[in-house]
């Protein structure tokens, strides 16, 4: 498929995606997310992946669904582009490769909840942070009600959905929303370089970890220790890559994965 929103390039086995919509803030429409739905099953065809890095160009990352998309659907139509955005943010999680949301700019409602749908976030000191959907009437409907409370806890989820509060990346920091804030000309060196270290490690333990920690968040301990327990098994034995990366440790050479 031709991409009119998207732009897409690979360099160094890392997938950098660009929305580049910028005379609407990023504004997700439906567009947006046929693109990336196709964009994502492309790289999941891609062995050699060994990261993803999603951006916005100009002063956004995304400053939310498109409102002049919103505005006239019905029930189900609304219900049907909720659906349709969560099963995009939630196709991030199944990859096996690690998903790093680069902020640049507001990321407000469907932006954040798309930023919330990637593994970790590096935001830039020019970043901004909200969920103002009550302010329009709405709720978040990109997984944002349920992601925003397990990614920063109860209070501050309610304090930042009932407020609609738009705050900077500092705040971001703190309540752990962002992971990293770096200087607006350092941000994608910044990603780069993280998902660079990323892709020195072996890509069957970084799948694993992935794997374990998400769908280890829907399990009870007990049941989560036991995915665990059989996940750390499976990279043992002759030709695994726990095997390489403990004997290349012993023998003082970088393993080969
Ligand atoms: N949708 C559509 N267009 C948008 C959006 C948006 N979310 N945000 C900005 N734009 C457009 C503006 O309309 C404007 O277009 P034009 O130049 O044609 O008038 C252009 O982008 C530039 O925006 P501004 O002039 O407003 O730029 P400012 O720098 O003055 O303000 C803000 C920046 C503060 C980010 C402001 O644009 C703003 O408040 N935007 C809306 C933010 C918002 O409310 N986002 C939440 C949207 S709702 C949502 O995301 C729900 C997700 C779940 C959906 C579930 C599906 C059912």
Known sequence: MEY?????????NIAFVTIN?????????????????????????????????????????????DIAE???????EGTAFSRLGQNTFSSFGKLDIPVIAAINGFALGGGLELAMGCDFRIASTKAKFGQPEV??????????????????GMGD??????????????????????????EPEALMETATKVAGIIAAKGPQ?????????????????IEGEKLEAEQFGSLFGEGSEGREGMKAFLEKRKPEW
């Open 157 to 182: 989820a309610l304090y930042l959905l009932m407020t609609a509060e738009m705050i900077g990346a500092e705040d971001a920091l703190r309540i752990g929303l962002v992971q990293k804030v770096v």
């Open 205 to 221: 333990a970084i799948k694993k970890v992935k794997q374990v920690v998400r769908q280890g968040y829907e399990l009870s301990l």
């Open 135 to 152: 302010s329009l009437g709405l709720i978040p409907g990109y997984a944002g009600t349920q992601r925003l409370s397990r990614l920063v």
């Open 21 to 65: 919509r910028p005379e609407a803030l990023n504004a997700l429409n439906t567009r947006f997310f046929n693109e990336m739905d196709d964009f994502v099953a492309k790289v999941s065809q891609m062995p050699a992946l060994r990261a993803m890095i999603i951006t916005g160009e100009g002063k956004a990352f995304v400053a939310g669904a």
């Open 4 to 12: 009119k929103i998207l732009k897409t390039e690979i360099k160094d």
């Open 70 to 76: 919103m505005v006239n659907k019905n029930r189900e």
